[in-house]
């Protein structure tokens, strides 16, 4: 008879994005301040039904009551899993770390770093993806998961103290390959709103992870990511 697989989880990684419900994208340990989303993705074997599995969520030490969860296993016996932890004002710098437990064991921890945003760095907010803008650059339905077929996807964000002839990059990935890269330079007066714009001339968009990296003085400063599927 076969032998028993014993319930357990895999190490956990984090990053930027996650690709198929599976692995992260853009994995890193040290992310910058106002980040409004960071994935965890972790592998499984040996879970049932009957399995009990909790998941804790911790800032600088102190447990966070709203992002803990206990329930009974509902996916598959093996495979992938992700989680998440998202502010939409973005992340406070500090130390902030996932704990998993099986049967109120203890089986898998790590922990990320939300560095503190420079002295006199202009604050680049949290980026809203969606297909259509309105005329003052409000996004129109954002979402984080398109269906296929579409060509077009604009993602929008706020920027604070940006200065008249500062640059910024924007970089877009495919399932964490680089695909495009773009400088711009702040006018005058400096925007509020930006708008990165991603699309094909051809065909359409594929199937995948799509994330938007914005860099200042060389520093990531911003990211986001959305699905398409």
């Known amino acids: 008879t076969p032998t028993p697989v014993v319930p357990s989880f895999g190490p956990i990684e984090f990053g930027l994005g996650v690709v198929d ?19 965890a993705a972790f592998t499984y074997q040996g879970m049932s039904s009957d399995v009990v599995w909790r998941r804790e969520w911790y800032f600088n030490g102190q447990p966070l009551e709203d992002a803990r969860a206990t329930e009974h296993w509902t996916r598959t016996a093996q495979g992938s899993a992700w989680l998440s932890m998202y502010h939409a004002h973005g992340l406070r710098s500090g130390t902030w770390e996932l704990r998993l437990y099986i049967d ?3 089986v898998q921890r790590a922990a990320f770093e939300v560095a503190p945003r420079p002295a006199g760095d202009p604050v680049f907010k949290p980026i809203t993806f969606a297909r259509q803008t309105s005329p003052t650059m409000e996004p129109i339905e954002p979402r984080i998961q398109f269906s296929t077929g579409i060509t077009l996807v604009h993602g929008i964000f706020q920027v604070e103290n940006l ?18 890269r773009g400088r711009e330079t702040v006018g005058v007066p400096p925007k509020d709103v930006y708008d990165a714009v991603l699309f094909v001339n051809e065909g359409a968009f594929a199937p995948g992870t799509y994330t938007l990296e914005i860099y200042h003085q060389g520093r990531l400063a911003q990211a986001g990511s959305f699905q398409v599927k």
């Open 21 to 39: 419900d599976a692995r992260v994208v853009r994995q890193g340990t040290t992310f910058p301040e106002g980040i409004f989303k960071v994935y």
């Open 163 to 180: 200065l008249p002839g500062a640059t910024f990059e924007r970089v877009w990935y495919f399932d964490g390959v680089e695909r495009l």
């Open 104 to 106: 109120d064991q203890l």
